[in-house]
Each structure stands twice: as structure tokens, then as C-alpha cells.
């Protein structure tokens, strides 16, 4: 149990011992640090529902706490609030316990549930761009902090590869194409052969043909139309274009896979919208005929209207009047797949926060079909854009869509020069300097990126962002790696950790009391689907470190058992920030 929940039951039994409800006992970090360690305003809540005088309750609560080991004093303040201080002794002992646990003592939860991460979410065809970032950065840190509290979690990509794109595309090379086996109908793989092995577009050629073809779209009615029949025809299994379709959706992932990669984002499944297509015919007969859905002009709709929506909810489209399949009904069908296959029990839909609408007429249809329980949790985790310093969404300096390929080896460029700057690791060898710029460059583009709400646009600031100074992530990588020297230092002094002693200066006890606060920052994180929380705490255990280093002179303490006490703090510092960084994302240097 962390301190701050025994100081819970403590303060929980002190209530129940009073006849009142334990819950009221709650205890929180003090919001006065000059004043407590933690505070309890339970006694102001209680007063209402018990009709008598919050201070004359935290009085008589505060008498009934005895916990001398735990406690070193709680006092009343203003209208009620308990203030208290923890015990010097304990709060040492707090850390030797995290110093002795592997997870650092976050407990991991009791019952690991399966958490489908839904995020990244890049169509077929189309390289990754800046707009891909936030999916990729948030989802892979929320996916990392459910992991390490012992979920079940599974991160999904979630390709768009079935829907009109891929008919629009299958148009625009027939007519740049004519020729190729895959439109002739006539075409018999029996007789001629297998389709070629080789992919006649390259992801550049597909990327290339998407905006032209969309925009054909927009201003030829006729076009597409045939994009419309293409899509239907792909969906109904013709096999040139479910060949077609093969060779844009691997060369998309070939390259994908490499991006992601680049970023450190790593999915433990790699399926799309079509991984469902089997699915998709059933589910509409099915849900016309139970009568949860229902034809509307041709197309097949699902009514997802309550009676105390606020807003317009207009139904859920599942097929359009040509019979072909929409994002919809993909996304639909994945839940189905997803609760029943994967056995999920929760589903994090990380994706730009336009999409909202979507995913509420989506989660409503899953449980009017009964596809998702009660118990099940589908949540939409939204996110801002990434504006330019000009405000507006980001943009390379022509006025494109800048590559996520490119965005990398521009910020990894950033941080090469600021090492320059620094004068930091400049001895080390060429390549050893290139992996420390990529790694700094990461960090500064994804602790950029984290450290916002992720429901704020954001703008960016690629010379903040690299920085080594404030709230940015080469700094947190430069405190680690920092850490890392001093212990090496110590060890190649012969000295090694030993016994946590009670805090005897201010900025140890304040870091040491930081650092105890771990386990609820992680749950805090997790329960608001947050990473800015895992990000300013992290920040917070940096600067609580450099202040504690600066008045406590390690290496050159005189008292042996006060030394080895330090070198235990500094290393469970050290290890707090790795598994915080690693939440967010960020690797550290090994030195720099
Ligand atoms: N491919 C979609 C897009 O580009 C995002 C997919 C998000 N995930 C989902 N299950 N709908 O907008």
C-alpha cells in the first residue's frame, strides 16, 4: 500500500470509529506543502450529511488517529481541513520499499481486464504525415501505462484499407493503367495464371494518385460514381481488385511499418477495417432482421437517437444504397470482433477529436446490437491538432503536409545542433552521436507532444520543444543521464547504496516525498486517459532531484551511512524517471 492510502484506512477508521462513513477519510497530497504532506477534507463533506460542525469533527477524528510510526503530527485547519505530516522514518521507509520492489510498489491491478488500444489509425495508401503523430505518440504511452499496471492491453492499428479510397485508387490506376490483368473482367486465373506477385504501384505512386483522384471525385460525378461501383465490387470479392488491393495495402504497411517504427511505436496487432469484411454481410442481414437496424432510401441505417440527447444524433449509415460498407460498418463489426475474439473488455479509441460524433453513434449501435455490454468500456480519447507557430495546422515552409519520415530527421537535426550548442557528448564517436540525437529528438518531439492536454492544440515549437532547459524532454533525459553519471561515479569511487535513513535536509525530504507519490500518478494517468500527468510529474521528480543534488553533496559527504542512503535515493530517482520516461515513451541515453 503506498502512504498516502494507509494514510486513508488510518484516516477511514477514525471516521468509521466516529459512526461515519469511511470514505469520508480520503486522503490527498497537501495542496499547502509548506504546511502538510497531505490533507484530508472529508470532515467538511461529512459535516452536511451528518448535521454537525466540520471542525468539531475533525477535531474528534484527529483524536481518534493514533498511528505514531506513520504520522508525526495532524492538525485542523480552517474550516476543517486535516493536515498531516508524515513521519520522517517512515517516509524512508516508503522509499527503501519502492528502492527493494521491482515495479517500484505500484501495486498492478486485481483484475487485469483486456484494454484494446485503438490507435495510429493511418489509411492505406497514404504516407504518414504530421497529422499521424498525436494518434501514434498518445496511444503508444496510454497503451504503455495500461501494460504496466497489469492490463491486458493490446495496441491495434487499425488500418483504413476497406472503404472508398481503395475504390477511388482502383479507378485512377485503371485509367492511367487500362491495360493491367486486374480490370479485365474476362481475366481467369485458372487459364493465365495467378495475378503478377509484383505490386505495379510503389507507395509514392499511390500517395501521389490519392489527391488527384479525390479531387476527380469531387468535380465528375461519373467518376465517382465508378469509384462507388469499384468499392462495392472490392467489397463483394472480385478478384482483381482484392489483388489490387493486396499490393496497396503491403506496400502501405511496408512502409508504415518502418515510420511507426522509426517513432518507436509499437503495435501488437496490425489489422485493418478489412481484417472484418467476412463480417460485414452477416452483421447487416442480421441487424435487418433482429430490427436494430433498418433500410432508409436503400441504404441500411441504425436509429441511435435517445431521448435526452442535447444534441442532433443523426443514425448510424451501416450500408449506402449501393450496398457498399462504410467506416461505419467496419468499425461496427470490429467491436463484434473485438469483444468476441479478443475478449475485450475495454476499447480506447485514440483519434483526432472531429471524429467524435462518429464514435458516439458507433458505441450506441454496439450496444443497441448488443455487440458491447454495459460492462464494457468504449471510449473515444480525443485529441488537439499540432498548429505551426502561425497557428494554424502544420505545415512544412511550402505549404505541404509535412512527412512523418522527414518531421523525424528534422527534429533529430534539432537536437544535433543543440548538442552542438551544449557542448554535449561531443568526444563520442560519430555513431554513438547520431543514436543520441535521434533518441533526444524523439523526446523532444513526443515530450512535446505529451506534456499537453491531449485535447489542446498545441503549437510546434521545434526550438522549445529541443531544448535541454524547462519543461521539455531532453531535459528529463539529460537529468537521467546525469543520474546515471553520478552513480557511476560513486561506483567507480567504491562506494555503494545502503540503508535509507530518515531525510535530514528539506530538498531530500521533498524529493523523497515526490517520489512516494508514484503509484497514484500512474492510476491518475490511467483513469484520465491522460500522459500530461505521467509528463509533469516527471518533470516534477527532475527539478525536486537537481535541487536535492545541489544542496547535498554526494561524493563528498563525510558520513558514510548518509552517503550510501543518498546513492539508494539517487538510484531509486533514477529508476522513478526510466519507468516514466519509458510510460511516455522516451528512451534515455546510456550516457551523453
Ligand atoms: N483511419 C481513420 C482516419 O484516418 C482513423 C481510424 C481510427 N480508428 C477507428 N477504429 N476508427 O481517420
Redesign the pocket.
Known sequence: MSLQQQLTEILGDAFEAEGMDREFGEVVVSQRPELADYQCNGALAAAKSVGRQPREIAEAVARRVEAPKLIESIEIAGPGFLNVVVADASLARAVAAMEHSERLTVESVDDPRTVVV?YG???MSKALHVGHLR?AVIGESLKRIFRFLGYNTIGDI???DWGMPVGQLIVELQDREPDLAYFDPEYDTAVSGSYPAESPVTLDDLSEMYPVITKRCAEEPDTAERARQATFDLQNGRDGYLALWRHFHDVSVAEQRVDFGALDVEFDVWYGESTVHDRLAPMVRDLLASGVARESDGAVIIDVEQPDDKKEMPPLLLTRSDGSYL?STT?LA?IDMRVGDMDMNAGL?V??AR?AL??EQVFRAARTAGYASDETILEHIGFGTVNGTDGKPFKTREGGVLRLGDLIGLVTDGARERLDEARIAEEYPAEERDAIARQVGLAALKFGDLSNHRMSNYVFDLERFSSFEGKTGPYLQYSAVRIKSILRKADDAGLSPGALLAPTVHQERVLMLRLVRLQEVIYRAADLRGPNVIAEYAFEVATDFSRFYEHCHILSEEDSNRQASWLSLVEVTLRTLDLLLDLLGIEIPERM
Open positions: 485503438d489509425g493511418p489509411n494518434a487499425h488500418i483504413g467506416y468499425d470490429t479509441y483519434v483526432d471524429q462518429h464514435f
